[in-house]
Nanobody
């Protein structure tokens, strides 16, 4: 139900924009987010955004470099990643809350690989 795209290979300092599309015809959620999992590490939170109000939150490691946004009509969420670093290399997953009242990331996309070369 969630399709992430936009990953690829980029040099350090470069930019990428990830997209996540919701395929369900009717869709409502409290929030959507991006998470990532680097090789040998656990999945970690990157950023999220509330679906109605557009309130955002970021992990400290990406704050100031990444921007999350959403298009409610298009049922898409985006992650603009600037000033990429080698440590940003990971599989990036989008997720949607299964609740319309609170963050409960129970729906996950398949992931898109971001590789940052130093």
């Amino acid at each position: 139900q969630l399709q992430a795209s936009g990953g690829g290979l980029v040099q350090a300092g470069g930019s990428l924009r990830l997209s996540c599309a919701v395929s369900r015809r009717t869709f409502s959620t409290y929030a959507m987010g991006w998470f990532r999992q680097a090789p040998g590490k656990e999945r970690e939170f990157v950023a999220d955004i509330t679906w109605r109000g557009g309130s955002t939150s970021y992990s400290d490691s990406v704050k100031g470099r990444f921007t999350i946004s959403r298009d409610v009509a298009a049922k898409q969420v985006y992650l603009q990643m600037n000033s990429l670093k080698a440590e940003d290399t990971a599989v990036y997953y989008c997720a949607a809350s299964g609740s319309t009242l609170y963050k409960d990331y129970s729906y996950w996309g398949q992931g898109t690989l971001v590789t940052v070369s130093s």
